[in-house]
């Protein structure tokens, strides 16, 4: 069975750092672009960065260039994503989804097939 599982999420302060996990079971995740995205109560998910199935190519919101970085590790079959500086607006569910493609054409939730459950992430001031 097709899974997707994300760990990593916590309580920090503003200006820690954590480190999410996508970790990928019942298929093989390097032909796969992955994404993590986001989605603060209220709001709507967005997308918060990808990477292609190579790990060639990456893309990030402008929210968070700078202090985020997405990283895949296809012998783990997991794709990793470091966030430092973290700040109170990235208070939120992130979710890690694949998509059937090894490139993606934008990070948008309309572009990727399979998603995770999600895991909370919360900064305080």
């Known amino acids: 069975q097709l899974q997707l599982v994300e760990s990593g999420g916590g309580l920090v302060q503003s200006g820690g750092s954590l480190r999410l996990s996508c970790a990928a079971s019942g298929f093989t995740l390097d032909t796969y672009a992955v994404g993590w995205f986001r989605q603060a109560p209220g709001k709507e998910r967005e997308g918060v960065s990808c990477?292609?199935?190579?790990?060639?190519?990456?893309n990030y919101a402008d929210s968070v260039k700078g202090r985020f970085t997405i990283s895949r590790d296809n012998a783990k079959n997991t794709v990793y994503l470091q966030m430092t500086s973290l700040k109170p607006e990235d208070t939120a569910v992130y979710y890690c989804a694949a998509r059937r493609r090894l490139l993606f054409r934008q990070c948008e939730v309309g572009e990727f097939d399979y998603w995770g459950q999600g895991t909370q992430v919360t900064v305080s001031s």
């Open positions: 990477i292609s199935g190579s790990g060639g190519t990456t």
